[in-house]
T-cell receptor, first 114, second 112 residues
Framework: GAVVSQHPSRVICKSGTSVKIECRSL??????MFWYRQFPKKSLMLMAT?????????EQGVEKDKFLINHASLTLSTLTVTSAHPEDSSFYIC??????????FGPGTRLTVT | QKEVEQNSGPLSVPEGAIASLNCTYS??????FFWYRQYSGKSPELIMF????GDKEDGRFTAQLNKASQYVSLLIRDSQPSDSATYLC????????????FGTGTQLKVEL
């Protein structure tokens, strides 16, 4: 199946700093990628849809100025958590649709803000 | 409001038994349905997808879809301890955009 990678897999940062998470589709081109966050023992919550070459579409309640998304190429989308705070600590997961119309997830990035 | 509902469990079954996981959804316009397995601390991995009413089998897994009842289920035959995980039901939101709405997941425990 299609492979989606994320980097870093784990990051610890201090409150007030910014963190960038990369999501790559390794063996296919993805015009659309999705960013989710997941709190412990909760389900995935869609944050935004990342569109190659255009602005991301954010879900209701997600601050676009805090969670900056850039989809500069057909294989790379980045999520930057700006001025991170402890409540932003979560598991961030990206996904992309493969050619077989199946959505594949990256391995996730665990963010801890101290 | 478009929702996907699952019983959070845990659902405990003995090794070798059939595990039955259920999911209901509210958006009648939904056309695509997915089951993901998620181990603790890991991201979801796709098990099966189903688009048409009826059953779809893949190895030990069978997905069942009933659009009239807005119900989708996953059966796991010959359950193994390695099947112990959280199973997420996901529904593609009607109206296009390829967005998925996830249920909260059912925790399955397969006991020796």
């Amino acid at each position: 199946g299609a492979v989606v990678s994320q980097h870093p897999s784990r990051v610890i940062c201090k409150s007030g700093t910014s963190v960038k998470i990369e999501c790559r589709s390794l063996d296919f081109q993805a015009t659309t990628m999705f960013w989710y966050r997941q709190f412990p023992k909760k389900s995935l919550m869609l944050m935004a849809t990342s569109n190659e070459g255009s602005k991301a579409t954010y879900e209701q309640g997600v601050e676009k100025d805090k969670f900056l998304i850039n989809h500069a190429s057909l294989t790379l989308s980045t999520l930057t958590v700006t001025s991170a705070h402890p409540e932003d600590s979560s598991f961030y997961i990206c996904s992309a649709w493969g050619q077989a119309e199946e959505q594949y997830f990256g391995p996730g990035t665990r963010l801890t803000v101290t | 409001q478009k929702e996907v509902e699952q019983n959070s469990g845990p659902l405990s079954v003995p090794e070798g038994a059939i595990a039955s996981l259920n999911c209901t959804y509210s958006d009648r316009g939904s056309q695509s349905f997915f089951w993901y397995r998620q181990y603790s601390g890991k991201s979801p991995e796709l098990i099966m997808f189903i688009y048409s009413n009826g059953d779809k089998e893949d190895g030990r897994f069978t997905a069942q879809l009933n659009k009239a009842s807005q119900y989708v289920s996953l059966l796991i035959r010959d359950s193994q301890p390695s099947d112990s995980a959280t199973y997420l039901c996901a529904v593609e939101v009607g109206g296009g955009g390829n967005k998925l709405t996830f249920g909260t997941g059912t925790q399955l425990k397969v006991e020796l």
